[in-house]
């Protein structure tokens, strides 16, 4: 088991992995920017290394400075959490280079599942279903153009590179089929540095399937179910369910035993989730995110399963501590993201909390790395803290999180509590009748 181990992130999340370590006997070191001197875990950690000025680039994203606060206090290992490095080959390479240990994935899977084409194929040949589209990249216009036709309209033309909806266009007709190409080149040259976009069928109604899964690189690996992310808005999940209440269980072992074969044959590392776009019965796979995710919290409900634990033994050497027969679902699990953000226009809302009295109880868990006196910088996520529910039925949880959300109070910015408010109330969302696109009509049909 490792010595000492970097946190190489901030806010809740690096939170979640030092309470992991400190379990584990494991000694903490906290890297931070200058806007983050007075936050928790670095109050909480061992040691606690300056990286930067606040912005990301300069700080979080600062490679050379963490490789710099990794040989200063000697941490024989890394947890990157999510976001900033954590999908970063490049970041997982240098730290092997070395000797220090990434908790994650080999470079080699990151990079085969960070590229959307690559990772694509990979899927075809795992034996994980895909959307029907492009074998690969889609160069020119008179291919963009052939290969809409082929597949059929409507299509999404999305960035190989991409992710949180950037690099991402939809052609409903041949009319629109090169704007779109072009437009998606453009943003995704922008946002990422690669223009290259591949093209696949658009489809109308689907909702937004997770699956969790671990493996230890031995040749061993489980899957701990599904999870139901499709309220999302501008393609960022705001509410995530698990288990996926509207997937038939035997729909869901099944989705849940390929991934696990799948990652079996890759022979993969650490905590991966596989997403697909599920309609009419049908999974479609759309990425795999080699890293811990922001929603792993319901998951470890339901299954009782300590997801970073298993993320730190596997990368020290050993083998997963449970096979696929020793996971067990039991209830229903619902997390809600909570932002420093003005519930109407979603504008950010930094500022000093004033007041702050998380939700508590039977069934209720808060990540958060904020406390009263707090203040929320303008430079990152907005991220408060996620507030988790967990009833034995899905309806039991509904009332509860009701409840909980009620309780929850954070006075001196503006919140996304009163969306959630709003949301728990809704007969869609009480009978589980929604898909990706339902949330951004519910909020353009109800502008305050």
């Not at 109050?43 to 912005?55: F, K, M, T, Y």
């Not at 932002?339 to 500022?351: I, K, L, W, Y």
Request: neutral net charge; contains cysteine.
């Amino acid at each position: 088991m490792f010595q000492k181990v970097l946190i190489a992130n901030r806010g809740e999340i690096a939170l979640r992995i030092l309470r992991a370590c400190k379990e584990l006997g494991i000694q903490t070191v906290a890297v931070h920017s200058t806007a983050d001197s007075n936050a928790m875990h670095v109050r909480l950690a061992d040691e606690s290394v300056c990286i930067g000025p606040p912005p990301a680039k300069d700080s979080y994203l600062n490679i050379p400075s963490i490789m710099a606060a990794c040989e200063i206090t000697g941490a024989d290992a890394v947890h990157p959490g999510y976001g900033f490095l954590s999908e970063n080959a490049r970041f997982a390479r240098i730290l092997s280079e070395h000797k220090i240990t990434f908790i994650g994935p080999s470079s080699h899977h990151i990079e085969i599942m960070g590229d959307k084409i690559t990772a694509k194929k990979t899927a075809v040949e795992l034996g994980i279903p895909v959307v029907p589209g492009s074998v690969g990249e889609v160069k020119t216009e008179a291919e963009a153009k052939q290969t809409a036709a082929e597949i059929g309209y409507p299509v999404l033309i999305k960035a190989t590179a991409g992710g949180g909806g950037r690099g991402m266009k939809v052609a409903l007709t041949e009319a629109d089929v090169l704007i779109a190409w072009s437009t998606a080149r453009a943003e995704a040259k922008a946002a990422f540095g690669n223009e290259s976009v591949y093209m696949e069928k658009y489809l109308g109604k689907p909702r937004h399937i997770e699956v969790q899964v671990l493996g230890d690189g031995q040749g061993n690996a489980v899957h701990l179910g599904t999870r139901d992310c499709s309220l999302q808005r501008r393609h960022q999940k705001v509410w995530e369910e698990a288990s996926a209440p509207t997937v038939p269980a035997n729909e869901q072992a099944e989705i849940g035993e390929i991934c696990a074969a799948a990652m079996r044959k890759l022979k993969y590392s650490g905590a991966g989730t596989i997403e697909f776009l599920y309609e009419d019965g049908k999974f479609y796979f759309i990425e795999m995110n080699t890293r811990l995710q922001v929603e792993h919290p319901v998951t470890e409900r339901i299954t009782g399963v300590d997801i970073v634990y298993e993320q730190i033994r596997v990368a020290s050497g050993e083998k997963l501590s449970l096979a696929q027969k020793d996971v067990q679902f039991t209830g229903h699990a619902i997390e809600v993201r909570i932002n420093a953000e003005d519930p109407q226009t979603f504008a950010p809302s930094p500022g000093k909390i004033q007041f702050y009295h998380p939700a508590g109880g039977v069934g209720v868990r808060v990540d958060s790395a904020v406390y009263q006196g707090y203040t929320i910088p303008p430079y990152y996520d907005s991220l408060i803290g996620k507030l988790i529910v967990y009833g034995r039925t899905r309806a039991e949880c509904l009332q509860r999180l009701r409840r909980a959300v009620d309780e929850f109070v954070v006075d001196g910015v503006k919140t996304t509590l009163p969306l959630f408010q709003r949301l728990i109330k809704e007969p869609d969302i009480i009978a589980g009748n929604y898909d990706i696109h339902w949330l951004e009509k519910f909020l353009k049909d109800n502008k305050a």
